[in-house]
């Protein structure tokens, strides 16, 4: 890569969990190279949580729109090419998207984790690293630069505007904070009404705040409704009531966030919340939250055995579990255990 001001091109466009993760990433690269100019093609969601990041430049591509808009993207990149592309997406979409992106240096994902024709649009790789998280994997992508992501920092542009509306959802009577995310995108990861409610229970029964956070899905929705429904205690009721900008705001106001396999559970992580997650589906050494998977449930292994047939060491890194009702393999007294592991180790 030129020594002076080299151009870069990220491609991710989705989920807002693996965008977040693209994070420290550009932190290593700005931090090696100052001058670099850094390019990001994104999605419309990913860009609503990300507008402002120091240092790069978006551009969105609204995946409705086909190669039409593939077409008026590269209308709208810098003349020229770039010197590298970043290509950290295997989806067909996605590689097609990037034979619109000009660039000498493509470079994708290793052979193992490439799907969907990929190798056809990237003429550099990865080093090949099994049983990494996901983070790690695209931290990886800096490497064929000559760079190494040493370090792991985030910075996530949350204006000032988004904390004060924070701050301004209620007072701080020094009560700590379980909030709840119930949803992931994938519904088949998604734990059960009854058993959020028994956990927001307990908690609330050991003196704490309940909160619920969510979008404005109808399953989020109505999960949040049946959960509320549940429970004996009162809760905080604050689903779609956020935006992609304030929701870093709000999870950094809780000490710990319960969810599934989600973006909100590595947006916490990234704003330094704890977060119990909820695991069967996936596997928490791979896509759990990066910093600390401490208060994480791990049922992986036994959904692993139930539905496959196979321990979770004879799977390939990476596979999905996505069963209907695997999710039912995590217990309330599971959730509960961990809750309470996290309170052994933050007495108030």
Sequence with gaps: MPASSPSLCLLRLSALGDVTHVVPLVRTLQQAHPA?????????????????????????????????????????????????????????????????????????????????????????????????????????????????????????????????????????????????????????????????????????????????????????????DAILAAMEYPALDLVGKDTLKQLPALLARAQLLVTPDSGPMHIANAVGTKVLGLHAASNPERSGPYSDRRYCVNRYDDAARRFLHKPASALKWGTKIEFDEVMSLVGVADAIAAFERYRADHPR
């Design 36 to 224: 670099t100019t850094l390019h990001w093609v994104i999605d419309k969601a990913g860009h609503r949580l990300l507008e402002g990041l120091p240092g790069v430049t978006f551009h969105v591509y609204d995946k409705n729109s086909g190669v039409a808009g593939m077409r008026a993207l590269r209308g709208e990149l810098p003349a020229g090419r770039f010197d590298a592309l970043l290509q950290m997406q295997v989806a067909f979409r996605a590689n097609l998207l990037s034979a619109f992106i000009p660039a000498r240096r493509r470079i994708g994902y290793d052979r193992s984790r490439s799907k969907d024709l990929h190798g056809l649009f990237i003429n550099e790789r990865i080093p090949d690293r099994p049983g990494i998280h996901v983070l790690d994997a695209i931290g990886s992508f800096c490497e064929p630069l000559g760079l190494q992501q040493t370090q792991v920092s985030w910075d996530l542009a949350t204006p000032p505007e988004a904390h004060d509306w924070a701050r301004a959802q209620w007072d701080d009577d020094g009560r700590p904070v379980l909030m709840i995310s119930p949803c992931s995108s994938h519904t088949r990861r998604n734990w059960y009404a009854d058993r959020y409610a028994a956990l927001a229970d307990h908690a609330a029964a050991q003196g704490w705040r309940v909160v619920l956070c969510g979008g404005r899905s109808e399953l989020e929705r109505s999960t949040s």
